[in-house]
């Protein structure tokens, strides 16, 4: 078995091998590897003094910064488990994912704890670590105090069959599930393939709009930029019109972020500066249409690859490599570490150019997830016949090149999030006046898909639809709230009551539809983690 055990083993090599280098940047903090691997001792340290145990859930709710990476090493020095929470849940969303987990201690700021003090009394009664300002309160504990504590100078004594991180999924058909990640994945599966394609070498200097929390940045960014000791800079907040701009002041080579993205920068007003030198190599930015990759390409002036796949259970399951051309619009070829096969409704395998789904299966231990944390059912229902049953629907060229042909039923895909219809559709159905309601995705903008929730009211009710969008702006993460809403008498059913949702999807936007964004009711980027206090009108480039 491979000496490197996980993701910490790695750092601490690098920190013996180039110790004073700078590896991490986040807004004006920068971390080489020695001051990552001493301050991640000193806050495992101070960790363990509040009392923790090997195998507790560790929640972070953190915003890009390096104390959230911090913690994650601190978490593997200790055999603790990391549990990364998307900055921007709030009420129910929230509240589900932290009793799931089973957290029994959370890593937050100050915006944070107001998102968790809205839950209501006694529904976080467990530790609290602050990361900006004074903690005070009962069990609550500032983060620069727990840096103070004597380092933990132990071994981690984690193998790769260790439970790391508790990664929550979208909840494509109900409440999200939590991908049981070892340290295996970590330190096998993406930084293997993302070097030997050529995606991260090396003397890189790789800039990311990446969110930390996404398993694309703590299973594919950080663990390869690691292994490789590249440079990383995580931004704090993507801004389109200036993110060009970044990557010349710095010097990066690669930009590693997401397809919406790359739409949101050929949406600005095109400049001059546009084609002014710079020193990036590629852009890693999937999905993109390849329409949209050649306009970046000829705009920019940067190689765009965007033909890659994966799962939170997953990560990489197929890429293209930068040593060839790549068929735009593929999802690349599966990497050498899993096997792909699509199959039809039997299970049985279909010919080449024949759609079916998509399941996989790793060629070594520890690669993939090892199953759904509290959700035996899912977990057998998922991996049957000895493969892990994506859910996707896809087909294989005859020359082995994987292409994605439609999503998992009823998930949605906004502002690089996916959503839950059936966690959407209970968050909505709280509301007061609303006896029905059911969401789905329409065509969006930028790559991804924009949200349509039809409303049934209550009868004798209505309702001010601004009323309905402050309530949404108060119980659901921003990227949850649905653009456009149509009051109907009724829902489509079926003989078994169960909504058609494809008939929704073919009426799409109708004349009755209300268009929230056309009506200034957006969510501006402050509004996104703090408690709303104002509306604000933004253009794209905060979108």
Not at 196 to 205: E, N
Not at 241 to 256: H, Q
Not at 258 to 266: D, E, I, Q, S
Not at 496 to 503: A, E, N, S
Request: with cysteine.
């Amino acid at each position: 078995m491979s000496r490197v055990q996980s993701l910490v083993d790695l750092l601490d090599e690098r920190a013996l091998a180039a110790g004073s280098e700078p590896f991490l940047e986040c807004g004006t903090s920068t971390r080489t590897f020695d001051q990552l691997a001493q301050r991640s001792r000193q806050l495992a340290g101070g960790i363990l003094g509040l009392g923790v145990a090997r195998g507790d859930r560790i929640a972070i709710l953190l915003d890009n910064c390096v104390e959230f990476v911090e913690t994650i090493f601190a978490c593997q020095r200790l055999g603790l488990v990391a549990v990364p929470l998307n900055i921007y849940l709030r009420g129910a969303f929230l509240k589900y994912q932290l009793e799931d987990s089973g957290a029994v201690l959370v890593v937050t700021d100050a915006q944070g704890l107001g998102t968790i003090a809205e839950l209501g009394p006694g529904s976080w009664d467990k530790t609290s670590v602050v990361v900006d300002g004074a903690a005070s309160g009962e069990k609550m504990y500032g983060y620069s105090d727990l840096l103070d504590a004597p380092a933990f100078e132990g071994d981690s004594c984690v193998r790769q069959s260790d439970v790391a991180a508790i990664l929550y999924t979208s909840g494509t058909t109900g409440n999200p599930k939590g991908c049981v990640v070892p340290h295996g994945q970590f330190v096998q599966n993406a930084p293997e393939f993302l070097q030997d394609a050529g995606y991260i070498l090396a003397g890189d200097f790789v800039l990311s709009p990446a969110l930390m929390f996404h398993a694309g940045f703590l299973v594919a960014v950080l663990p390869t930029a690691l292994t490789v000791g590249a440079r990383l800079h995580v931004v704090q907040r993507f801004h389109a019109s200036r993110f060009m701009e970044t990557a010349r002041d710095l010097g990066a080579t690669v930009i590693y972020g997401l397809g919406p993205n790359g739409m949101l920068m050929l949406a600005q007003p095109p400049s001059p500066s546009d084609a002014a030198p710079h020193q990036l190599r590629l852009a890693v930015m999937p999905p993109m249409p390849p329409a949209s990759q050649l306009e970046f390409e000829r705009r920019f002036g940067v190689r765009v690859l965007c033909e890659c796949y994966g799962q939170t259970e997953f990560i990489v399951i197929s890429a293209a490599s930068v040593q060839s051309e790549p068929q735009r619009g593929s999802a690349g070829q599966p990497i050498a570490g899993v096997e792909v096969a699509i199959v039809d409704e039997d299970e049985l395998p279909v010919d080449p150019e024949q759609i079916g789904e998509i399941v996989i299966r790793p060629r070594r231990p520890y690669m993939m997830f090892q199953g759904y944390w509290n959700a035996d059912r899912a977990t057998v229902a998922s991996s049957t016949n000895l493969w892990h049953h994506t859910g996707d629907l896809g087909r294989l060229s005859r020359d082995g090149t994987l292409w994605l042909v439609d999503r998992k039923q009823d998930s949605m895909r906004r502002r690089g999030e996916n959503v839950s219809s059936q966690q959407l559709e209970g968050a909505i159905g709280q509301h007061p006046a609303v006896r029905e309601v059911a969401v789905h995705a329409v065509p969006g903008d930028f790559s991804d898909d924009e949200i349509k929730a039809c409303i049934v009211l209550r009868s004798e009710e209505s309702v001010e639809i601004s009323e309905l969008f402050e309530y949404f702006k108060r119980s659901l993460p921003y990227f949850a709230i649905p653009r456009y809403i149509e009051i109907l008498d009724s829902l489509p059913i079926n003989a078994i009551g169960r909504v058609q949702k494809h008939l929704l999807r073919d009426r799409g936007i109708t004349d009755n539809t209300i268009d929230l964004d056309s009506q200034g009711m957006r969510v501006s980027r402050e509004e996104r983690r703090a408690p709303p206090v104002r509306r604000s009108q933004k253009g794209s480039d905060t979108q």
